[in-house]
Structure formats: structure tokens, C-alpha cells
């Protein structure tokens, strides 16, 4: 397990990007976007916090920024009013990102084994679908209460309440209004866990959810005397040599579709197990690559597959505005944002995992670009 590092000495780790996975399959997909949570949805959440005598907070597998984010902020501030607190998420073993090794409250973190076969309440923070918490999924679902907080309009609103809201740029705003209403104190280390979530979704505040509201959000958490400048070098702005030949060969392999979407354009590239292991980069190190993929002009969408340890192929997809990706993700098994989304591919070459992805484009192309919680 990683130690806590405090706020005023960050360490830079290596770049990792945030995971989108599988939140449920289309079926199961609402017909609509939730309802922002009201005063009784938070009312009845803030005094199920009020007399648990044990509080479980979970992120979604392969947790990106704003999922470990926000539960470590809920937990530190639980915590500090004297609560029994566990923050855990589906995977064995239980790593930490790279890119979020600095995070504080890091001894809050068990094992899915450590946490109870029928917990007594449940927070499960940023997963749109319960396939999204992993080994966690059954634990979850036999919670005595579980709360779901969030902000994907893809939410299959699994839990038995929810605090969703799809105008939030990041789940973490949902977790500053918790942390506030339960009366936790805004100390540096919440902040930066807070801070990490908001900057990791809205790409440093430059998606297109990105409001006022957000940057006043940012001023608060600044105002407890964080390091927001290291902060962002370690998620973004630091990696290991290795990443860079496995960078390098992901390049050198991309390829181009400009008759993809209606002419708008794919852009795709994959990286095999074996193109990372002979570097020693783990899976979690190589989200970046969708990052560089996708600013090619002549694509919309950008698509990078990801051969985990086990063989499987984790999908990332991205646009610019004019493609749905959520959509087409949540008809392979996935979901996400609209301009953000991913999945667990078939056992299959890669040219089929894209024939079979790129055959949804046409259908998902939009009239015009449109704002969205990610990339735009």
C-alpha cells in the first residue's frame, strides 16, 4: 500500500490517466438522464451517515482521479469527526494508480476481502453501474443502504438512494456538497483529494462542463494552501522512461480511417501486453496514450485498445463533439460520457474489436457539437 503523503509534499509519480469502463449493459441503460438529487435525497443520505457505526465508501475498478478522489475526501473528512471509516475498490490486488500515489488518506484503504459479505452502509462514488465496482459488486448490493454518487447520465441508479447529477463536471463536486452537509471540515488533505478529482475530469478546466461554479470550487479548495501546482505534474505532467518507447511504438502503430463517422474520421491505435511488459509499465501507466492520439485533426473519434495482464482488451474512446461515444460504448457493454466513454472488448484481434466499433459511428454522429461533462 502507498504511504499518505500530505498535501505540502507531493511526490510526482508517474502519469496515469482516468479508466472508463463497463457500467452495465445497454439493457439496463435508463431512458433518460437522473433527476439532480433535492433537499430530501440529501437530507435522507446525510442521516444514514449520521448513525452508522460503520461507513464503507467505494470507487469504481481502476480508479481514475475523481472516483479515488472523492472517496478518500469523504473518508478524511468522516474520519475526522470520528468515524469508522473504510475506503476500498473491486480489484486484487488493491494498487493504486501511479498517477495517484500522492493522495492523502491512503490508510484508509482495505482489501475487497476486508470489507463485510453485507456492509452496513455503502457510498459508492463515481461508477455508473454496479459491473463498475468489480469484486465489490455483490458486497454492494447486500449494503443494509447504498449510496450512489455520482455524475455519468448513463447511471442505472443501482443503489437505494442516490446523489446523481449529471450537470456536475466531476463526482467530486457531488462529494464537496457531502463533505459540507455532514459537517466536515475542509482541511488541505480533503482539499487535495477533492482538487484531484475535479482537475482530473475536467481535463485542467478545459472540458466543455467546465462553469464558474467550477472554478469557484477550485478557489475554496487553493484557499486551504494546497499544491495544486504538483498536484497537476503528477497526474499529467510525469511518467517513466519506459512509458515513452511504449508511447513511441503506440504512435508508430496508429492508423487512420477518415471515411470513419460519416467522413469525420477515426483515428485508433493499440498497445498489447507484451508492447508493455518488455518496458515493465503497468496498465494503470498508459492512459495517457488516448491523450495524444486524439488530438489529430483529421479524426472526430480517437480509440486506443489496451491489453490488461489477463489478456483482456480495455477500450478508450474519445471525441471531439460530433460523436456520441456513449452511446456506442454502452451497445458494446460499456459506457461513459457522451465524448468519453469506454469498454471491455471481445477476446479478438484488434482490427476486429475496431471493425466492430466502428460500425456503430455512423448511427451515434450528432448536428452539431454539443457540451458534455468530458472531453470536447
Not at 2 to 7: D, H, I, L
Not at 36 to 54: H, I, M, Y
Not at 68 to 86: K, W
Not at 294 to 316: F, H, I, P, W, Y
Request: charged share 20%; net charge negative; hydrophobic share 45%.
Amino acid at each position: 500500500m502507498n504511504p499518505t503523503v500530505s498535501a505540502a509534499g507531493i511526490p510526482g509519480p508517474p502519469k496515469a490517466m482516468e479508466e472508463r469502463g463497463a457500467p452495465a449493459p445497454p439493457s439496463a441503460l435508463p431512458t433518460g438522464p437522473p433527476t439532480p438529487p433535492g433537499e430530501s435525497d440529501w437530507d435522507d443520505v446525510v442521516a444514514l451517515v449520521g448513525t452508522a457505526s460503520r461507513i464503507d465508501l467505494f470507487a469504481h475498478v481502476n480508479p481514475d482521479g475523481d472516483a479515488l478522489g472523492s472517496a478518500l475526501a469523504v473518508g478524511l473528512a468522516l474520519r475526522d469527526l470520528g468515524r469508522d471509516v473504510h475506503v476500498s475498490y473491486g480489484d486484487d490486488p488493491l494498487v493504486v494508480p501511479a498517477s495517484l500515489a500522492f493522495l492523502p488518506g491512503q490508510d484508509l484503504l482495505v482489501p475487497p476481502a476486508e470489507v463485510p459479505d453485507a456492509p452496513e452502509l455503502v457510498l459508492v462514488f463515481d461508477a455508473a453501474g454496479s459491473a463498475r465496482l468489480g469484486l465489490l459488486e455483490a458486497k454492494a448490493k447486500a449494503a443494509g443502504a447504498l449510496v450512489v454518487v455520482d455524475h455519468h447520465a448513463s447511471n442505472t441508479r443501482f443503489g437505494t438512494h442516490h446523489l446523481i447529477d449529471v450537470r456536475a463536471p466531476a463526482t467530486a463536486v457531488l462529494a464537496e456538497e457531502l463533505v459540507r452537509r455532514v459537517g466536515g471540515a475542509l482541511t488541505a488533505d480533503v482539499a487535495t483529494a477533492l482538487y484531484t478529482g475535479l482537475v482530473t475530469d475536467t481535463g485542467s478546466f478545459k472540458y466543455a462542463a467546465t462553469t464558474p461554479a467550477t472554478h469557484a470550487m477550485a478557489a475554496r479548495l487553493l484557499e486551504t494552501g494546497i499544491r495544486h501546482d504538483l498536484i497537476s505534474r503528477a497526474i499529467w505532467d510525469t511518467c517513466r522512461f519506459g512509458y515513452l518507447k511504449v508511447l513511441a511504438g503506440a504512435l508508430a502503430a496508429a492508423r487512420l480511417d477518415p471515411a470513419a463517422a460519416r467522413g469525420l474520421g477515426l483515428v485508433w491505435t493499440a498497445v498489447s501486453r507484451e508492447d508493455r511488459q518488455a518496458h515493465g509499465i503497468r496498465l494503470d501507466e498508459i492512459e495517457g496514450v488516448i491523450d495524444v492520439v486524439r488530438k489529430s485533426t483529421e479524426a472526430e473519434v480517437a480509440l486506443v485498445l489496451k491489453q490488461d495482464d489477463a489478456g483482456r482488451t480495455q477500450v478508450s474512446a474519445r471525441s471531439k463533439g460530433r460523436v456520441d461515444l456513449g452511446r456506442v460504448c454502452s451497445a458494446l457493454g460499456g459506457g461513459g460520457h457522451a465524448f468519453a466513454a469506454g469498454y471491455t472488448a471481445s477476446d479478438e484481434p484488434p482490427e476486429a474489436v475496431v471493425a466492430r466499433f466502428r460500425a456503430l459511428l455512423d448511427d451515434a454522429v450528432t448536428d452539431a457539437p454539443a457540451a458534455d461533462p468530458m472531453p470536447t
